[in-house]
């Protein structure tokens, strides 16, 4: 009479081929077919955004849609600040700080931003918008609201040598609505207001 563990044996011996089958199969539709296929449709229907929504200026990639960038000369407009360690705005480190509304750390924070802000626009009597002072959940917002965007515009413009109602249809041409029209606020793509920023000095300047 067979024992109890030769029978176990015989069952895994015969359940083990399929078994091992199926995870075969099931790892080359889900881990190389499906990625494949869900890669190829989104190159072929979205190249740009499949490609990582790269910035193009002059035949060179200067940034992406989708990622912030540092700017501190004050006659570029500034982004949220980022949460990123080490360099700001890493998207292989994307993420928050994970401060709490009540964190005094937080609080230090935006306090030290609004005298940067303040500093280099003293007789600007606006308050500070909150997105100019606090990081996004991802570390790497590359928008700011257009009430932001209005806030440093006299400084811009000061700087720059730029008359403000045209930079105002600037800020305006680059202010982005909401995505399919109900999500999401309005948003100024803070990369592409300073390219087209560098864009009109240039040509007010002339040849």
Do not use: C, K
């Not at 590359?142 to 006299?154: D, K, N």
């Amino acid at each position: 009479m067979s024992s109890e563990p030769e029978h176990l044996t015989a069952a895994v011996a015969s359940v083990a081929p399929r078994a091992l089958g199926m995870l075969a199969v099931l790892t080359l539709i889900t881990g190389v077919a499906y990625p494949l296929v869900v890669t190829v449709a989104a190159s072929a229907a979205f190249p740009a955004e499949a490609g990582g929504s790269l910035v193009v200026e002059d035949r060179r990639v200067v940034g992406s849609h989708l990622v912030g960038q540092p700017f501190s000369d004050p006659r570029y407009f500034w982004g949220r600040p980022s949460a990123t360690a080490r360099v700001p705005y890493d998207a292989s480190a994307s993420r928050g700080s994970n401060l709490g509304p009540t964190s005094p750390t937080l609080t230090a924070a935006a306090r030290a931003r609004v005298v940067a802000l303040r500093a280099v626009d003293p007789t600007n009597p606006a308050p500070v918008p909150v997105d100019l002072v606090t990081s996004s959940g991802s570390g790497l917002d590359p928008h700011i609201s257009p009430a932001a965007a209005a806030y440093q515009l006299p400084r811009v413009a000061r700087l720059r040598q730029l008359p403000e109602p045209r930079l105002r249809r600037l800020v305006s041409e680059h202010t982005e609505g909401r995505t399919l029209g109900v999500l999401g606020e309005p948003r100024v793509n803070v990369l592409s207001l300073n390219l087209a920023l560098d864009r009109l000095a240039r040509g007010a300047r002339g040849p």
